[in-house]
């Protein structure tokens, strides 16, 4: 299968797709047309395991390329790293009004990150050697939180890569921060950069088009990729779980191949809930697609108006991974509504650049509202909706899975009102592990404020007889390895990568 850009000027296989990350024309790579699973196919899905249901799904797209023995392989290593008998168990939350969590967090760094990072190694080597690259690759990544940390454990000692990670100095939790800055690894670095994460991805991308810069990587014979979310071969494997949470429900009887579900996905970069809209356009019976945000509201608004826009400052939140204000994944969707017009996109992302606003055309926006359903909760509406599904349900989940959950709500009573015997299932995907943001889980649930996130740990575990993950506890003890800070200037973070690609001694000294 090729791969086109969503700008028009490009066309290239799936390894090229996935070594570059990005179209040269700035556009984001899309599969050429969406393969279909048929019922049949979904039947025979019921009898895998988790790594075969994603081999599967992986090689309707890849294949052919890849080959569909290197695929079974990958996915059987890159989820034997996670805990739990089933890697991604889909949790009964309230049989009678058909809720359920489908826990994607039970991973290496305990954020749904995972499922794809774990695996994108294997797709990435193999990419390179499809295209003949000999070069080393040198994986960039801006981080909120959880890409950073998911993306050093993925690719840590993998042999002809490193990873440099930046995450902003005021925007991530302490544990998230904790996580980084004791990473493992003779390929890895970390550092802070001064603002917060808009800054901090400004400048990541500045980097990526800055051209001394690439001249010195490429004078090291060193290649330079993403591993955020706009690379094809990080949205793919999250388009698997979608149908295996189907899949799941089959097999355990609660409805029959061809029945609706709605799922319902706390979104930032517009990564993960793209790739379940992937999951409707290859053939899964999926009704709604509930586009959950939290007090940065602007895909709500986008859905609701029809009007994109970021003129507005970005708010810190309990759900630091989701305080983002341009989703990067968008441009996919708003490729396909206006019927793959890749000139109309070019355009529309154009202005996105300079007059950081955009719409689109009502007959657009209608088609949208087809297949989504959006919503934003404030923190104290996160608050709410984590404190009644505990009460009621004894369920704890993290701050962002709690903003999924309020929005679910918002859409229940709607639901209920419109009509009261629709017992569609509901969905909704729980993006990290409680125990990731102790300190406001343990707010959320109790009202009760600790000053450290050990003691949170260990609170919330009296409170909710939940196992805290061995490697969020390995952290207390681990001496700091990266402490350096840098500036926001993309000449203090080039300089700051070049040492680190000449393998000068890691860790680098403090210098903020
Ligand atoms: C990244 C992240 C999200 C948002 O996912 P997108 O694909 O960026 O929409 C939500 N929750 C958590 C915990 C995350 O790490």
């Not at 979904?42 to 390329?65: T, V």
């Not at 592990?433 to 109790?446: C, G, H, I, M, R």
């Amino acid at each position: 299968m090729y791969f086109i850009s969503t700008r028009g000027g490009e066309k290239v296989t799936g390894a090229q797709a996935i070594a570059q990350g990005l179209a040269k024309d700035g556009g984001l790579f899309v599969p050429e047309n969406f393969p279909l699973v048929t019922n049949e196919e979904l039947e025979g899905m019921a009898g895998m395991s988790y790594p075969e249901r994603a081999s599967f799904i992986l090689g309707k797209y890849l294949g052919e390329e890849f080959g569909q023995d290197f695929l079974n392989t990958s996915c059987e290593k890159a989820y034997s790293n996670f805990e739990g008998e089933d890697p991604i168990p889909l949790v009964k939350v309230d049989g009678e009004t058909g809720l359920y969590v489908l826990e994607l967090f039970h991973g290496p760094t305990c954020a749904f990150k995972d499922i794809a990072l774990q695996l994108l190694p294997y797709l990435l080597k193999k990419s390179l050697e499809l295209t003949g690259e000999k070069k080393d690759v040198l994986i960039l990544a801006a981080t909120s939180g959880d890409t950073g940390k998911a993306a050093l454990e993925g690719f840590r000692d993998v042999p002809g890569t490193k990873v440099a990670v930046f995450y902003p100095d005021e925007g991530v939790a302490k544990m998230q921060r904790l996580q980084m800055c004791i990473q493992d690894g003779k390929n890895v670095c970390v550092a802070g950069v001064k603002g917060n994460f808009d800054d901090c991805q400004r400048a990541v991308k500045a980097l990526f088009a800055e051209e001394t810069f690439q001249a010195e990587l490429e004078k090291r014979n060193v290649l330079l990729t993403s591993a955020n979310s706009i690379n094809f071969g990080r949205l793919a494997p999250q388009i698997a779980y979608y149908f295996s949470a189907y899949v799941d429900l089959v097999t355990s009887n609660q409805i029959e191949i061809g029945d609706n579900v709605d799922f319902v996905v706390p979104t930032g970069n517009f990564g993960d809930i793209l790739a379940g809209w992937y999951a409707k356009k290859m053939g899964l019976p999926v009704r709604k697609l509930i586009c959950a945000s939290n007090r940065n509201r602007v895909l709500t608004e986008f859905f609701k108006k029809g009007v994109y826009d970021v003129k507005r400052p970005l708010m810190r939140s309990m759900s630091p991974s989701m305080d983002i204000l341009v989703s990067s994944n968008l441009e996919r969707l708003i490729f396909e509504v206006s019927g793959r017009n890749a000139e109309l996109t070019a355009n529309r992302m154009e202005q996105l650049k300079k007059e950081k606003t955009y719409s689109i055309t009502p007959k657009e926006r209608n088609l949208l509202e087809k297949d989504f359903y959006a919503g934003f909760a404030s923190e104290d509406d996160t608050v709410d909706a984590m404190y009644e599904i505990f009460e009621e349900y004894g369920y704890a989940m993290d701050t962002h899975t709690g903003v999924g959950l309020s929005v679910y709500m918002q859409y229940y009573n709607e639901r209920e009102k419109n009509d009261p015997k629709d017992r569609t299932p509901v969905i909704v995907l729980s993006t990290a592990n409680p125990y990731k943001f102790p300190q406001d889980v343990l707010y959320a649930l109790s009202g009760n404020d600790v000053k450290d996130s050990f003691k949170g740990i260990k609170r919330l575990n009296l409170l909710t007889a939940m196992k805290p993950p061995k490697c969020l506890l390995a952290l207390r003890y681990r001496p700091l390895r990266f402490k350096t800070v840098v500036s926001n200037d993309i000449g203090k973070m080039s300089d700051l990568i070049l040492r680190f690609v000449d393998g000068e001694v890691v860790p680098i000294p403090d210098e903020s």
